[in-house]
């Protein structure tokens, strides 16, 4: 058993290196297996009117729905000898951190990619109503672009970027013809960017 002490610090330190987490991910405490949450439908928007002073007004709908929620658990067992615990002043410290960085990685993948099968949390990408842009084997900044501009004509308002580092690479190395590394355009520099 981990003493609740513990464990609240390594869930502590594992939800500070997360990448999602660091976008505005939430954590919604769960006193039970499931739970409903309260979303507004993709067309769910209700209509704003005009009117004169004192005239009526007719409402209009809101199109709200619910998600549900399921509760998963994600563990991270280690060994570590008698002999290092009892040598090293630091081991203890050592293996809370990489437990949380092991976790904390693992619920990112889960966040962006999970299959939503069995014990595993359903990811963004595969969620109904996400839409699946794929770019090409050199993406550039122009796939980015293409991707802010589509959520802001959808009033949506981008916030974050997470890909992998192999991507972040390609497009911090993009140059012109004589060697001159590119400036990305202005919608780059709305997304934090992060890597994971």
């Known amino acids: 058993m981990v003493p609740t002490p513990v464990s609240q610090r390594l869930i502590q330190r594992a939800r500070d290196q997360q990448v999602l ?11 039970s ?12 928007d209700p209509t704003p009117e005009w009117k004169d002073e004192n005239a009526a007004f007719s409402n209009s709908d809101v199109g709200i729905s619910g998600v549900e929620l399921n509760a998963k ?9 008698h002999e290092l615990a009892s040598d090293s002043p630091n081991a203890s410290q050592v293996v809370e951190d990489t437990i949380a960085k092991a976790i904390a990685g693992a619920i ?8 939503g099968s069995g014990s595993t949390p359903q990811g963004i990408y595969g969620h109904s109503g ?26 949506e308002q981008p916030n974050g970027l997470v ?3 192999r991507t972040m690479k390609t497009l911090d190395q993009i140059k012109d013809n004589e060697g001159r590394y590119l400036a990305p355009p202005q919608s780059w520099d709305q997304f934090s960017k992060m890597t994971t």
């Open 33 to 44: 297996n499931s739970l409903t949450f309260a979303r507004v439908d993709p067309d769910g």
């Open 21 to 31: 987490n660091s976008l505005g991910m939430q954590t919604v405490p769960m006193s």
């Open 130 to 155: 996400v839409t699946d842009t794929a770019l090409d084997a050199t993406p550039t900044y122009d796939d980015f672009s293409d991707l802010y501009h589509r959520l802001t004509t959808n009033n």
């Open 73 to 81: 658990t994600i563990v991270c067992g280690v060994s570590l000898s």
């Open 163 to 165: 890909t992998s580092s």
């Open 108 to 115: 990112d993948e889960a966040g962006l990619t999970g299959s």
